[in-house]
């Protein structure tokens, strides 16, 4: 073939593919429809902060709902958090995969060294209760704190024990095995349960002792709040300890706990409110260990005996998260501020307790110290 005829064919095909090119801009536009969707969605995607959280079951009901709120008013503010278990919560913070953990347990100096210059945020007060499923029976039957530890150490199997209708004279109890549910993840949900049954059994504390994961001596285990809540909501005979918005949303039975001055309570907005009345005393600053802080068994005629705090955990310097930046930082500490101020609003609808002024106070004070690249970030 000759140099003019190859060039004849070279000329035809770019004049085809110009053509078609017009064709195609013209009739179907420069992009596809599929292609202005993605690129839209893309767009959309990079106008969002996401701030990325895991811990703690405890709070959750109302962490998720604060963050909802909060994106009512910060709709470039997108905040994940995965209800995995203050254990989680705990290893994620450690490991620096989140912006913030969420723990029931406060550190113990040992995580301080693995997670050195972390600080405590104290986010709202919860009450952990023990629910149950019997058939015919309502909630408010009463145990002692002795009575639920020996149930969880397998010493009291059945519930019709005498030990259990002596306290219920007027429930007929049934002639069935007991089935214990606790936690089977690190959960500072059973820190708070475990060291309560830890001051009032001295069997407990000697047998088990205290921690976010400990050997159970009986019973079946669940994964976080929800777990528990729904094997007691779906399994008839069945006891275990959950936060008090998990059974009020499973609308399952809990007991009346006998508190230190002999009073049968059930948990309630206001007898948590009244365990957690001195709670504002004596607390540290947010760098130091909250390891000794506890409102377990609190005194007082009307107060709930098992009662706790539920922190975010966050780093005093914000660079060593390796996704954070500034942008970042302030959107996450705007959050955190907004959430022991507004979010407290939040709480009693959700049976929460609303901070006492003096860990609000704490709190200001520890969120303003926290830097990104040795700057303050609020």
Known sequence: ???????????????????????????FGSD???????VKKTEEANNFLDI?????????????????????THDTVRINYQSIGSGGGVRQHTAKTVHFGMSD????????????????????????????????????????GELVADIFLGKITKWNDPAITSLNPEIDLPDKAIVVVHRSDGSGTSFIFTSWLAEVSTDWDEAV????????????????????????????????????????????PVAAIQNLEGNFIMPTLETA????????????????????????NSPGANSYPIVSFSYMLLYQELNVIPDMDMEKAKALLEFTWW???EGQELGPALEYVPLPDAAVS?????????????????
């Open 32 to 38: 596809t429809e599929e292609e202005i969707i993605e």
């Open 52 to 72: 990325n959280g895991a811990g703690a079951s405890f709070p959750f009901p109302l962490v998720s709902n604060m963050i909802e709120k909060y994106f009512e």
């Open 105 to 144: 347990s406060p550190l113990k100096d040992s995580q301080f060294d693995q997670a050195p210059n972390s600080l405590h945020i104290p986010i709202t007060i919860g009450s952990v209760v023990i629910p149950y499923n019997l058939p015919g029976v309502d909630t408010g039957m009463h145990l002692t």
């Open 209 to 252: 002792g205290a921690g976010k994961a400990v050997e159970w001596p009986t019973g079946l285990g669940a994964a976080g709040n929800e777990g528990v809540a729904g094997v007691v909501t779906s399994n008839e005979y069945t006891i275990g300890y959950i936060e008090l918005a998990y059974a009020i949303q499973n609308d399952v």
């Open 273 to 296: 409110s009244a365990a957690a009345g001195g709670a504002g005393e004596g607390l540290p600053a947010g760098k130091d260990t909250w390891s000794k802080v506890e409102i377990l």
């Open 362 to 378: 704490i709190n200001e004070v520890t969120l303003k110290s926290i830097t990104f690249n040795g700057q303050p970030v609020l």
């Open 1 to 27: 073939m000759s140099d003019s005829n190859n060039n004849m064919f070279v000329i035809i095909a770019i004049v085809t593919l110009v053509i078609g090119g017009l064709i195609g801009y013209f009739v």
């Open 339 to 341: 959430a022991i101020h």
